[in-house]
């Protein structure tokens, strides 16, 4: 299933010399819940270890697990999540009014899942195409009336596009370029099918977020790159893009959307926006390594803090088990070598997930209801993106005194 692929020493951007940013140790691939009978077998760590370029700033991890892995099998259906649709309704509304798209106007997604966003643009009558290399999600989105290439997109794909005729008026890449091993060969394939007053627009979380707001957690096998601004637009401008715009979106903890066109593009001025934020990515430091080191430092007292309070925990006999089985809990109970030890359980809403252990740290999955039976002292909220809406929720532990544990950005109980 995964390959052990040349280390890349040099930077996957542009070739440059890598250096230490976060060191998260050895860790399962976050996806890869085990069964029962899997637990007394082997189980595969790679390293999680993102390093950072001193050329063009791109944090990137060593390639463990091949796209192939990743995307032939696709576990996230988009659609699932009401959030999801309701974010990709409001942007193809956007994109029809602020680029007047025609109903002649052709719209490329890449990575376009199942259709979820796509679905609304043939909703109204446009043009479509799907790019996604996973077969079981691209049925999906042809069931939904969106036609989809199960292809990996790069400059072969772009090539065959253009002899074909089938260049775009809007590219629309989202949540894609963090799993894309060759980036130059991606981006260079989106300048080829784009027209010449094309939009391509670019969703990705933002790193500046990231290290703002502690989120090592987010950092994942399978993400393979790590963004800010100051580094997409050099990528871009590399391919011939120029960046006209920014806006910071809600997305994974915090993310940008980025709009391009052709470097030569007279009908697009650049915003404000544009300056604006790389302004403040500046000013965080991102263009020099020390502010890349210091996050390494704040990520280890995080995990000696989240230890502190379970170590405690434990020892006055408090029950605490876990809320979620979401990759970044995986993330960060193997980072901080958190087992049954000091998890009992943990629960989710996915009915796929019961019965399964966490991958590493091997924490059984529990339906939610064993919560009211347990009746632990604290709930610790793995998908902290979601606390509010869960701590609602989950009101009614605190009818026996139960707390809710926050781990990121930094340990908080809420009472
Ligand atoms: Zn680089």
């Known amino acids: 299933m995964t390959s052990t692929l040349k280390p890349c020493a ?17 860790s399962p691939l976050c996806e890869s819940f085990l069964a029962a009978e899997q637990l007394n077998t082997m189980e595969p760590f790679y390293p999680l270890n993102v390093r950072v370029c001193g050329d063009c700033f791109l944090a990137q991890v060593e390639e463990y697990v091949t796209p192939e892995h990743i995307f032939r099998e696709y576990a ?62 691209a049925k999906a989105a042809e069931a939904r009336g969106v036609p989809t290439l199960t292809r990996f997109f790069g400059r072969e794909l772009a090539g065959e596009m253009v002899r074909d005729g089938r260049t775009a008026d809007l590219v629309i890449g989202n949540n894609v370029l ?3 091993p060759d980036i130059n060969d991606f981006v260079a394939g989106i300048t080829m099918i784009l027209k010449p007053h094309g939009v391509v627009t670019i969703e990705f979380p933002h790193l500046l977020r990231l290290m703002a707001e502690n989120q090592f957690d987010t950092i994942y096998h399978e993400h393979f790159s790590y963004f800010s601004l100051l580094t997409a637009e050099r990528i871009l401008g590399a391919h011939g893009l120029r960046l006209f715009d920014v806006e910071e979106i809600w997305t994974h903890g915090g993310s940008l959307r980025i709009f ?22 500046r000013a965080a430091g991102l263009d020099c390594l020390g502010a890349y080191a210091a996050f390494a430092e704040r990520v280890k007292e995080t995990k000696r803090k989240l230890l502190d309070f379970l170590i405690t925990a434990k020892r006055a006999g408090k029950a605490v088990v876990g809320y979620g089985a979401p990759g970044k809990g995986n993330t960060l109970l193997n980072y901080c070598g958190v087992r049954t ?31 009211a039976e347990t009746r632990p002292d604290y709930l610790l909220i ?9 701590m609602e929720q ?7 005194g139960g707390k809710f544990v926050v781990p990121i950005p930094e340990v908080t109980i809420h009472p």
């Open 10 to 26: 040099r930077c996957r951007f542009c070739g440059g010399r890598l250096h230490p940013f976060v060191d998260l140790g050895m």
């Open 76 to 137: 996230y259906f988009s659609s699932y999540a009401q959030s999801w649709l309701d974010h990709a309704r409001r942007y193809v509304a956007m994109a029809i009014e602020r680029f007047r798209l025609e109903p002649s106007s052709r719209i490329v997604e890449l990575a376009s899942n199942d259709g979820y966003l796509l679905q609304y643009f043939v909703e109204r009558g446009h043009e479509v195409l799907g790019i996604d290399p996973a077969e079981n999600v």
């Open 178 to 180: 963090a799993q894309v």
């Open 260 to 281: 391009a066109c052709h470097a030569d593009d007279s009908r697009q001025d650049t915003r404000p926006s544009v300056a604006a934020l790389v302004a403040r990515e």
């Open 341 to 371: 030890d000091f998890l009992d359980y943990t629960v989710d809403r996915n009915p796929y997930k019961h019965g399964k252990f966490l991958p590493g740290t091997h924490i059984p999955v529990l339906p939610t209801e064993r919560i």
């Open 382 to 390: 793995l998908p902290w993106n979601f606390k509010d809406e869960i």
């Open 394 to 400: 989950m009101a009614f532990i605190r009818r026996w």
